[in-house]
T-cell receptor, first 113, second 110 residues
Framework: DVKVTQSSRYLVKRTGEKVFLECVQDMDHENMFWYRQDPGLGLRLIYFSYDVKMKEKGDIPEGYSVSREKKERFSLILESASTNQTSMYLC????????????FGSGTRLTVV | GQNIDQPTEMTATEGAIVQINCTYQTSGFNGLFWYQQHAGEAPTFLSYNVLDGLEEKGRFSSFLSRSKGYSYLLLKELQMKDSASYLCAVRERYGNKLVFGAGTILRVKS
């Protein structure tokens, strides 16, 4: 079974804090993705990566950065958390040929107060 | 860019058939996915269509018409456990990004 593991299920952080969301996959997938999910808006792509040390901006990258130092790990960083970044964050991975779809992690519910 | 529309909510009765529609406008297209997401859980892959026609997988079927920018997910013999959100997602022509619709919440009542 492909597993995508997100380090925290729930997080509460203060405005202005630097926040790290970690994601690890165990199936040697090339592609990794970070989405946020908000009611009525669906999943929106923040950043993605096709290879180690490679990153590309998605549709809503502002206020976020990412790091992929190892193939299995893809980190999302909120440089200075703000209340409008309160959301569910979903990490996903896939083979380079994505016909089999993404495998998602269970998500991190982040609340910024 | 992509624009993906699907109904916000639907209600159906246990044992019935329900069809969830998805329309998309795109500058490029390379496949359409359906995902199921139970409340508080990760989305799970249901189906993938890249050619026109119907793909059947047990109680679930998915249809695609590329010329109409239209897909539907058909759920037969509904069960209470089918109550979930159903997400339509389009793969762009180049690369492996998926663009998701806002999802359809399906409620199955007894």
């Amino acid at each position: 079974d492909v597993k995508v593991t997100q380090s925290s299920r729930y997080l509460v952080k203060r405005t202005g804090e630097k926040v790290f969301l970690e994601c690890v996959q165990d199936m040697d997938h090339e592609n990794m993705f970070w989405y946020r999910q908000d009611p009525g808006l669906g999943l929106r792509l923040i950043y993605f990566s096709y290879d180690v040390k490679m990153k590309e901006k998605g549709d809503i990258p502002e206020g976020y950065s990412v790091s992929r130092e190892k193939k299995e790990r893809f980190s999302l960083i909120l440089e200075s958390a703000s209340t409008n970044q309160t959301s569910m964050y979903l990490c996903a991975s896939s083979l380079m040929e994505v016909n089999y779809g993404y495998t998602f992690g269970s998500g991190t519910r982040l609340t910024v107060v | 860019g992509q624009n993906i529309d699907q109904p916000t909510e639907m209600t159906a009765t246990e044992g019935a058939i329900v069809q969830i529609n998805c329309t998309y406008q795109t500058s490029g297209f390379n496949g359409l996915f359906w995902y199921q997401q139970h409340a508080g859980e990760a989305p799970t892959f249901l189906s993938y269509n890249v050619l026109d026609g119907l793909e059947e997988k047990g109680r679930f079927s998915s249809f695609l018409s590329r010329s109409k920018g239209y897909s539907y997910l058909l759920l037969k013999e509904l069960q209470m456990k089918d109550s979930a959100s159903y997400l339509c997602a389009v793969r762009e022509r180049y690369g492996n990004k998926l663009v998701f619709g806002a999802g359809t919440i399906l409620r199955v009542k007894s």
